[in-house]
């Protein structure tokens, strides 16, 4: 289930766009709480016919953060393309490349619209609890 780590992301102050803070204990917990981070700021309303969708993911990045921008990425093409966000994700990350199998709904709806998320503020840093990252969308 997406979001293992509860609390693992909060929303932050941001001018004009919207930011959150993410701390994990893995890079993958990492990237599945900055999934669900961005997923809450959509506020989406499940299809109340949705079959279960699911998809298989292969990314690569020069480092963590790419890898990151382009994972969140192609999360946001497939909900605006297909309409599906995914809750419940297995991630497999190892030298800079990302393999994933996803499963998710069909949205019947959102409150919010997220253009793309950037790399402004971007950098994943160790510390004593795991990993932090802060991630900024364009909205």
């Not at 609390?7 to 959150?20: G, K, L, R």
């Not at 993410?22 to 599945?32: D, I, K």
């Not at 016919?49 to 292969?58: A, N, T, V």
Request: glycine letters at 4%.
């Amino acid at each position: 289930m997406i979001n293992p780590e509860n609390n693992c992301f909060e929303e932050i102050q941001h001018t004009a766009d919207w930011a959150i803070r993410v701390c994990a204990s893995s890079p993958e917990a990492l990237f599945e709480c900055c999934a669900s981070g961005m997923y809450s700021l959509l506020k989406v309303k499940k299809s109340n016919e949705s079959p279960e969708i699911q998809k298989k993911i292969h990314l690569q990045g020069v480092d963590l953060e790419s890898l990151l921008v382009s994972f969140l990425s192609d999360l946001l093409f497939f909900y605006e393309t297909e309409r599906v966000v995914f809750n419940w994700m297995r991630l497999r990350i190892q030298n800079n490349e990302l393999d994933g199998e996803l499963r998710g709904f069909f949205i019947e709806s959102i409150q919010e619209e997220i253009k793309a998320v950037t790399y402004h503020q971007m950098e994943i840093k160790q510390n004593a609890k795991g990993l932090s990252v802060t991630v900024v969308f364009d909205v």
